[in-house]
């Protein structure tokens, strides 16, 4: 087991998303992940029916306690739904892992279309968590929010990634699923101007329920391990793809991925 991975964020009763994925994801991949939840959520693959906010100060304990005592190689961070919430984590990760990559998910909507970051709170997210990004990896909707503009082809990508990356993110990486088209690209962007794009055929499937919090925590993964941000990314998206390929097919909405797959081989 190598690679410590602090994933702070919400639960998902259902197990397809959120802290759930997240575990799943870092553990399959060959790390070791602790949490700090942010938030329950009573939801499965056809919405999100209620949020039980956590207290700033016991979300920031959680995360005191674990890397005091474990330590962390990166962090992940998914739902900060709250102005509160996102000051405080902030915070955290300036005064106890300044020094510790951090990936931030900047999770705004479920993908069953359920509002999870309050509406308040997008400028809250912009001043303070996408500075301390070392990768954000948002999807295209949420890349719109973050740049102020609309994402219609992969240029757009790339300048909606400049524009990010601008708020202070070292790297950008907008996620291509929402596009239309039979080809997927991910355009990842880096603070020296270097572009990189990842493309591959779409995968046809409604089991996407919790896409976006697996990548992250696999792209997190991949960091705590020493990997490189570039392959990295290319580990957990090829991780991601297979794990939609390979599906349960549960619930009767977006289904769940198959995070299990690399240790049951199918």
């Not at 674990?66 to 990166?74: L, N, Q, S, V």
């Not at 705590?224 to 991601?240: H, N």
């Amino acid at each position: 087991m190598k690679g410590r991975v602090l994933i702070i964020a919400g639960s998902d009763c259902s197990g397809g998303a959120g802290i759930q994925a997240d575990i799943k994801s870092v553990t399959v991949l060959g790390g070791y992940a602790a949490t700090a939840i942010t938030a329950l959520t009573v939801q499965n693959t056809t919405g999100v029916f209620d949020v039980l906010g956590i207290d700033p100060k016991l979300i920031v304990h959680q995360a005191e306690v674990t890397i005091d005592d474990i330590g962390a190689d990166a962090i992940k961070t998914g739902m900060l739904h709250s102005v509160p919430v996102i000051e405080a984590v902030a915070k955290f990760i300036r005064a106890k892992a300044a020094d510790i990559p951090v990936v931030v998910d900047p999770v705004m909507i479920s993908q069953s279309g359920s509002r999870l970051l309050n509406e308040d709170a997008v400028d809250a997210l912009i001043k303070n968590m996408v500075p301390l990004a070392t990768v954000l990896t948002p999807n295209i909707p949420e890349a719109e929010v973050l740049s102020g503009m609309n994402i219609t082809d992969e240029g757009d990508m790339i300048e909606a990634a400049r524009k990010i990356g601008e708020l202070g993110a070292k790297a950008v990486l907008v996620k291509g699923g929402h596009a239309e088209g039979d080809r997927i690209v991910d355009i990842l962007w880096r603070h020296d101007g270097d572009i990189e794009g990842f493309e591959a055929d779409r995968i046809p499937s409604e089991n996407n329920h919790g896409t976006g919090c697996s990548l992250a925590s696999a792209i997190a993964t991949g960091l705590s391990q020493g990997m490189g941000l570039s392959d990295s990314v290319a580990r957990a998206r090829a991780f991601v793809r297979e794990a939609i390929r390979t599906a349960p097919d549960f619930g009767k909405g977006n289904g769940p991925l198959n995070h299990a797959h690399p240790v049951t081989g199918e």
